[in-house]
């Protein structure tokens, strides 16, 4: 293999339909290794060197730091203003061996064989070429070792009670997401995509989020009333003549009206792969 900077390089061409917007990283800053990475947790140990693809704010990473010290985390996302709220979480928690840097999983640089672990948490659902990204995700990764990924399957996510407003929140999200590059059933197609990206040792597994008590219908309801409405999933929508302000509106009342029905449930399945790189 050849090092990255000597290879043609794909980019980016997805535009990622959530953006920052707050109400976007409440959900981001809320996950864990424990709750978005338990597929992953039995493969690491101390003095492993990772790879964090689309670390977001930094939550998840900070975690895996934790785990592996004192290996290193390397943490990348493809938005630079992000990796500061990153920056200042690993401080918050004194974690002195991770380092950070504004990358595109389509053609990361770094040379082959640089990491011991790969891992994307809700990253391949918004990637113009989920494919080339696990490619390269395998390129850095060391023989023996593992890239992980997990991806949420908006065409799975279950709730009660039922809502049109919301069946009409899903086939919009689904139209934005598609028109923006992305591909919001990703969880589905995990599998299928590691096998064309050349994996042929796979493991696929499925878990999901759950949300019952009165706080979390509160907060997930919340933040996606807030999402439809502010966030640059919103201008997306309106500017792509897919929905209109008073519809997002609309579908923004009916979050919150399901919200606080007390025998409220949402929940929000997963793929994951662990695919072992020979």
Same mark, same amino acid.
């Given at each position: 293999?050849?090092?990255?900077? !000597?290879?043609p390089?794909?980019?980016?061409?997805?535009?990622?339909?959530?953006? *920052?917007?707050?109400?976007?990283?409440? $959900?981001?800053?809320?996950?864990?290794?424990?709750?978005?990475?338990?597929?992953?947790? %039995? $493969?690491?140990?101390?003095?492993? @060197?990772?790879?964090?693809?689309?670390?977001?704010?930094?939550?998840?990473?900070?975690?895996?730091?934790?785990?592996?010290?004192?290996?290193?985390?390397?943490?990348?996302?493809?938005?630079?203003?992000?990796?500061?709220?990153?920056?200042?979480?690993?401080?918050?928690? %004194?974690?002195?061996?991770v !380092?950070?840097?504004?990358?595109?999983?389509?053609?990361?640089?770094?040379?082959?064989? $640089?990491?011991?672990?790969?891992?994307?948490?809700?990253v391949?659902?918004?990637?113009? @070429?989920?494919?080339?990204a696990?490619?390269?995700? #395998?390129?850095?990764?060391?023989?023996?070792?593992?890239?992980?990924?997990?991806?949420?399957?908006?065409?799975?996510?279950g709730?009660?009670?039922?809502?049109?407003?919301?069946?009409?929140?899903?086939?919009?999200? *689904?139209?934005?997401?598609?028109?923006?590059?992305?591909?919001?059933?990703?969880? #589905? #197609?995990?599998?299928?995509?590691?096998?064309?990206?050349?994996?042929?040792?796979?493991?696929?597994?499925?878990?999901?989020?759950?949300?019952?008590?009165? @706080?979390?219908?509160?907060?997930?309801?919340?933040?996606?009333?807030?999402?439809?409405?502010?966030?640059?999933?919103?201008?997306?929508?309106?500017?792509?003549?897919?929905?209109?302000?008073?519809?997002?509106t609309?579908?923004?009342?009916?979050? #919150?009206?399901?919200?606080?029905?007390?025998?409220?449930?949402?929940?929000?399945?997963?793929? !994951?792969?662990?695919?072992?790189?020979?």
């Open positions: 293999m050849t090092h990255a900077a !000597e290879r390089k794909a980019h980016e061409t997805a535009v990622y339909t959530h953006g *920052h917007h707050e109400s976007v990283l409440r $959900s981001h800053t809320w996950r864990t290794a424990a709750n978005s990475a338990a597929y992953l947790l %039995g $493969s690491l140990r101390p003095g492993l @060197d990772v790879l964090d693809v689309g670390c977001g704010p930094g939550t998840i990473t900070a975690d895996l730091a934790a785990l592996v010290a004192p290996g290193r985390v390397t943490a990348v996302d493809a938005a630079g203003d992000v990796l500061a709220k990153a920056r200042a979480t690993a401080a918050e928690r %004194g974690l002195e061996n !380092e950070f840097a504004v990358a595109d999983v389509h053609a990361l640089d770094f040379p082959d064989d $640089s990491f011991d672990v790969v891992h994307a948490h809700q391949l659902q918004h990637v113009g @070429d989920p494919v080339q696990l490619r390269e995700m #395998r390129r850095v990764c060391r023989p023996g070792g593992i890239v992980a990924a997990r991806d949420s399957d908006y065409g799975a996510f709730w009660y009670p039922e809502r049109p407003a919301l069946d009409g929140w899903l086939d919009l999200y *689904h139209r934005v997401a598609r028109a923006n590059g992305g591909e919001p059933d990703a969880g #589905r #197609r995990l599998f299928s995509w590691a096998r064309h990206a050349g994996f042929t040792d796979v493991t696929a597994t499925t878990t999901a989020w759950t949300f019952t008590t009165p @706080d979390e219908r509160a907060w997930w309801s919340g933040l996606w009333a807030d999402r439809t409405v502010d966030s640059s999933y919103a201008d997306l929508a309106v500017g792509g003549g897919h929905a209109t302000r008073a519809g997002l609309e579908i923004g009342e009916a979050w #919150r009206e399901w919200g606080t029905q007390e025998d409220a449930c949402f929940f929000v399945p997963h793929g !994951e792969i662990l695919c072992r790189v020979p």
